[in-house]
């Protein structure tokens, strides 16, 4: 079983940063690939970004790139959404997930979601 805990949410004006944090746990000691999804109250959740094993290969929704980075920590399976520019359209819950299918953009693929972390821009 594998656990996620995701943080960093809060409060910003626009134009202001955050920088959120998943760190995922489990038994099998194995390295997983990641992602960032977001959902609004009344939509469907969205992807933001993903990271590989290595990290050394992100893919990130339209919406964000160029302002979001999506990065992994020195420990094992822990993850850093770095969000710049932060507009209001950006207001969200956020969750991140562990890749256990191949599609890396559909939330149907991931499992082990944290608990989300509200993140709210205003304007």
């Known amino acids: 079983q594998v656990h996620s805990v995701d943080s960093g949410g809060g409060l910003v004006q626009a134009g202001g940063s955050l920088r959120l944090s998943c760190a995922a746990s489990?038994?099998?000691?194995?390295?997983?690939?990641m992602g960032w999804f977001r959902q609004s109250p009344g939509k469907e959740r969205a992807f933001v970004a993903a990271?590989?094993?290595?990290?050394?290969?992100?893919e990130y929704a339209d919406s964000v790139k160029g302002r979001f980075t999506l990065s992994r920590g020195n420990a094992k399976n822990t993850v850093y959404l770095q969000m710049n520019s932060l507009k209001s359209e950006d207001t969200a819950v956020y969750y991140c997930?562990?890749?256990?299918?191949?599609?890396?953009?559909?939330?149907?693929?991931?499992?082990?979601w944290g608990q989300g972390t509200q993140v709210t821009v205003s304007s």
């Open positions: 489990g038994r099998s000691g194995r390295t997983y690939a």
């Open positions: 997930g562990v890749l256990t299918g191949s599609n890396q953009y559909s939330p149907n693929d991931y499992k082990y």
């Open positions: 990271i590989n094993l290595n990290g050394d290969r992100t």
